[in-house]
């Protein structure tokens, strides 16, 4: 079974570009997480989804970041205008969820973003 | 909100010894999920090992096992017969039991197995 992909593996940009990081999560999976890692502040989570629906934003860090998930097998994290400060890798998580009960996230292998 | 402290910023160990990574959370939960994670130098984060609060049984993975001590709020890694590919990041992690909430990480503990 395929994992939870994402693209681009790689981004390098300049300031001021829009940058748009994609994700796939597993199918079947009705729950869909955005993370970012830096050294300074570890892993952090950005956002999340279940059912398609945003859930938790509070962890976007400014306007200037926005995700949406149009169906149960695609969602994007953009940024727009990026900042250098924006650079760190980004990783998308999926899992399967109830009310009662939740499953271990399964993370995808992640997009490194590079702002210069 | 929770927290999760990795108190070991890097250790080092020979090849087959048995090496214990600590890790404390605070939470106001009573029902929850621990893990921990291995992030290898290829960044991908892997799930090694799971363990539900509300079970007393600590979650064993053939050389993984954990310690979870719920009433002082720790869940330690244990490792034995270490090896060469154990070489990495691991991070301790938090979810909050039911629904859909996200995982809280700690910082990390960078382990290194020397041959």
């Known amino acids: 079974d395929a994992g939870v992909i994402q693209s681009p593996r790689h981004e390098v940009t300049e300031m001021g570009q829009e940058v748009t990081l994609r994700c796939k999560p597993i199918?079947?999976?009705?729950?869909l997480f955005w993370y970012r890692q830096t050294m300074m502040r570890g892993l952090e989570l950005l956002i999340y989804f279940n059912n398609n629906v945003p859930i938790d934003d509070s962890g976007m860090p400014e306007d200037r970041f926005s995700a949406k998930m149009p169906n149960a097998s695609f969602s994007t994290l953009k940024i727009q205008p990026s900042e250098p400060r924006d650079s760190a890798v980004y990783f998308c998580?999926?899992?399967?969820?109830?009310?009662?009960?939740?499953?271990?996230?399964?993370f995808g292998d992640g997009t490194r973003l590079s702002i210069l | 909100a929770q927290t999760v402290t990795q108190s070991q910023p890097e250790m080092s160990v020979q090849e087959a010894e048995t090496v214990t990574l600590s890790c404390t959370y605070d939470t106001s939960e009573s029902n929850y999920y621990l893990f921990w994670y291995k992030q290898p130098p290829s960044r991908q984060m892997i799930l090694v090992i799971r363990q539900e609060a509300y079970k007393q049984q600590n979650a064993t993975e053939n050389r993984f096992s954990v310690n979870f001590q719920k009433a002082a709020k720790s869940f330690s890694l244990k490792i034995s017969d270490s090896q060469l590919g154990d070489t990495a990041m691991y991070f301790c992690a938090f979810r909050p039991g039911g629904g859909a909430d996200g995982l809280t990480f700690g910082k990390g503990t960078h382990l290194i197995i020397q041959p």
């Open positions: 199918s079947g999976h009705n729950s």
């Open positions: 998580a999926s899992s399967s969820d109830t009310q009662a009960r939740n499953q271990p996230q399964h």
